[in-house]
């Protein structure tokens, strides 16, 4: 009681801010983009791009495009993904505020996608540097899969040597090059199979797995007047997560998962079960 007391004494008092000292240490909000004497801070602008076409792309897009104009930060999206940071020109959009209005319940990715096979190529790369140090971006996020965030960051690690190049070749001038002498780069992973190490739930993962439930409501429907197995194969490549997901939202009978092969039998295994289940009167199973 003398702590809620003391707490609540500033208030008052009308000296609101002290119980945050009193609590501990202070809440610390980042700080926004601002010129530090006769400099300005080099992390400028952002380039946004996708390697990947899932459903939360938009509203992903949506934050960081706001977050980063609230912090004073110019904001580029890069078109059609690896095919526009190498292309360049009008696929660069400058993003306002009103640009990412309304496009939260939007599925896909307004800026396109495209796989970054481009960058596997020193051509494809030089000219990925080119238009980002035109714009003087030197901070990337990028939105893909396994394969494109792997290239992204081997992109990412040559960019000196490959912004050097193009100071050399006449491509740039020193002046540009200067300004973008590090590229700050931020992955997110957008795979509905949320086989990502590290990552809690890749965007479009969730979105996935509600779509199977609903086809596992539709399945039901019909196997069950006419006491039905199903038999529901899911995408999820070399991880299981939305079959043992939707296996235990959809109460399916039997699942399959990489992660774990079925062992000797186990044919006479699963069809021994679902014959017990029919024995027992139930009208439909579901094997995953």
């Given at each position: 009681m003398d702590r809620c007391e003391e707490l609540m004494?500033?208030?008052?008092?009308?000296?609101?801010?002290?119980?945050?000292?009193?609590?501990?240490?202070?809440?610390?909000?980042?700080?926004?983009?601002?010129?530090?004497?006769d400099t300005v801070d080099k992390q400028r602008a952002i380039g946004i791009f996708s390697g990947a076409d899932a459903q939360g792309i938009n509203a992903t897009l949506r934050s960081i495009t706001r977050t980063a104009l609230h912090n004073k930060m110019k904001v580029f999206a890069i078109h059609e993904g690896c095919?526009?940071?190498?292309?360049?020109?009008?696929?660069?959009?400058?993003?306002?505020?009103?640009?990412?209005?309304?496009?939260?319940?939007?599925?896909?990715?307004?800026?396109?996608?495209?796989?970054?096979?481009?960058?596997?190529?020193?051509?494809?790369?030089?000219?990925?540097?080119?238009?980002?140090?035109?714009?003087?971006?030197?901070?990337?996020?990028?939105?893909?899969?396994?394969?494109?965030l792997t290239l992204v960051c081997e992109f990412q690690k040559e960019w000196k040597q490959l912004l050097q190049?193009?100071?050399?070749?006449?491509?740039?001038?020193?002046?540009?090059?200067?300004?973008?002498?590090?590229?700050?780069?931020?992955?997110?992973?957008?795979?509905?199979?949320?086989?990502?190490?590290?990552?809690?739930?890749?965007?479009?993962?969730?979105?996935?797995?509600?779509?199977?439930?609903?086809?596992?409501?539709?399945?039901?429907?019909?196997?069950?007047?006419?006491?039905?197995i199903s038999v529901l194969e899911v995408m999820g490549d070399r991880c299981g997560y939305l079959a043992l997901m939707a296996a235990i939202a959809g109460s399916a009978d039997w699942v399959f998962v990489p992660e774990s092969p079925p062992g000797e039998n186990w044919e006479e295994i699963m069809c021994g079960r679902l014959l017990s289940r029919k024995n027992e009167g139930c009208r439909h199973s579901l094997v995953i």
């Open positions: 004494r500033p208030y008052q008092e009308n000296t609101p801010g002290t119980p945050k000292s009193l609590r501990g240490k202070p809440v610390q909000y980042p700080q926004p983009y601002q010129e530090k004497g095919q526009g940071l190498v292309e360049g020109g009008d696929k660069i959009e400058e993003l306002t505020w009103s640009s990412v209005s309304g496009i939260i319940h939007k599925s896909g990715s307004i800026i396109g996608a495209a796989e970054c096979t481009k960058l596997s190529s020193e051509a494809g790369k030089l000219a990925a540097v080119k238009t980002l140090a035109e714009r003087e971006i030197n901070n990337l996020v990028v939105i893909g899969g396994g394969r494109s190049k193009l100071v050399w070749s006449g491509s740039i001038t020193q002046e540009k090059a200067s300004s973008c002498e590090y590229l700050n780069l931020a992955c997110l992973v957008g795979s509905i199979e949320n086989d990502m190490c590290g990552t809690d739930v890749s965007i479009g993962t969730d979105s996935a797995l509600h779509r199977i439930i609903e086809a596992i409501d539709n399945l039901t429907c019909t196997a069950s007047s006419r006491q039905q």
